[in-house]
């Protein structure tokens, strides 16, 4: 068995892409960390980023009842759930790209015409280099965070910011 150096998962040897994330199992250039936060990046955890429990609401939730949830609760997403189960994610993204001014003609409509279906997410056990790699490459603020089929949490790229800067302050200490 080969472990997936995005994800951690295990996978059969010789398989060309990992089972849980698709990511390719090949050499790669997170394997081998150069300094101090490359190591924390590939060893240290979502977990450690203690995620945020998520505002999840039902597919049905007006755009506008989102919005306030948005202004009221300072946040920046709502997962949408139907029987505890992720069918979606609306974020102030979407508010702009899908809706941008016409919130007149569309805050009494269902958020699940205007989220983002099936989100990606990341295991509360994956590699914090993962969650960062699959932000970037997909362009996301913010993913949901899951144990086995729960939901368990949300972390947005302020969190890594926020761990990149504790690393580097440490790192910056060791230094003088």
Not at 76 to 98: H, K, Q, S, Y
Not at 118 to 131: H, R, V
Not at 141 to 168: F, N, T, W
Request: with cysteine.
């Amino acid at each position: 068995m080969s472990q997936c150096s995005y994800c951690g998962a295990a996978n059969i040897d010789g398989a060309d892409a990992c089972e849980q994330c698709r990511e390719p199992l090949g050499e790669s250039s997170l394997t081998h960390a150069n300094a101090d936060v490359e190591h924390c990046l590939l060893h240290d955890k979502v977990v450690l980023l203690l995620p945020r429990r998520p505002i999840m609401v039902p597919p049905t939730t007006t755009v506008r009842s989102v919005l306030e949830t948005f202004v009221d609760r300072a946040i920046g997403c709502v997962l949408v759930t139907e029987a505890d189960r992720l069918v979606g994610i609306f974020t102030e993204r979407d508010v702009v790209i899908r809706i941008g001014a016409k919130i007149d003609q569309f805050g009494e409509r269902p958020v699940s015409e205007f989220m983002t279906k099936s989100p990606e997410t990341i295991d509360l056990d994956a590699e914090i280099a993962y969650a960062l790699q699959r932000m970037d490459v997909g362009g996301y603020r913010h993913l949901p965070v899951m144990a086995g089929e729960r939901i368990v949490g949300v972390i947005s790229i302020r969190d890594i910011l926020q761990y990149l800067a504790r690393h580097l302050e440490v790192v910056s200490e060791r230094a003088m």
